[in-house]
């Protein structure tokens, strides 16, 4: 599976932002799929996994109830929508994909390139 994230870019704190990943090369609905950042200095973390259905996410503390992953299987592509942002939130943002919606970077297969993502203060 092939995935390509888009989306990111410049925004001022408390902004939002949609991020998309494009999946090709593979059978998209039956993946788990994540999402991860890694912001400058600091460790890959994750931030947000949907179930193959959609019907089971999970969300890191720091981004509940500001962030919202879903998916839409019949476009092969994953979405993270980014509301209130904040400056923590500054990062490189990568889809991953995996047989299992798991919060364990190491159960992801497939990662995409990465999108930038800046928030400004």
């Known amino acids: 599976v092939q995935l390509q994230a888009s989306g990111g870019g410049l925004v001022q704190t408390g902004g939002s932002l949609r991020l998309s990943c494009a999946a090709s090369?593979?059978?998209?609905?039956?993946?788990?799929m994540g999402w991860f950042r890694q912001a400058p200095g600091k460790e890959r973390e994750f931030v947000a996994a949907i179930s193959w259905s959609g019907d089971s996410t999970h969300y890191a503390d720091s981004v509940k109830g500001r962030f919202t992953i879903s998916r839409a299987n019949a476009k092969n592509t994953l979405y993270l929508q980014m509301n209130n942002l904040k400056p923590e939130d500054t990062a490189v943002y990568y889809c991953?994909?995996?047989?299992?919606?798991?919060?364990?970077?190491?159960?992801?297969?497939?990662w995409g390139q990465g999108t930038q993502v800046t928030v400004s203060s």
């Open positions: 991953a994909a995996s047989d299992i919606p798991t919060k364990q970077q190491q159960h992801y297969t497939y």
């Open positions: 090369g593979g059978t998209f609905s039956t993946y788990g």
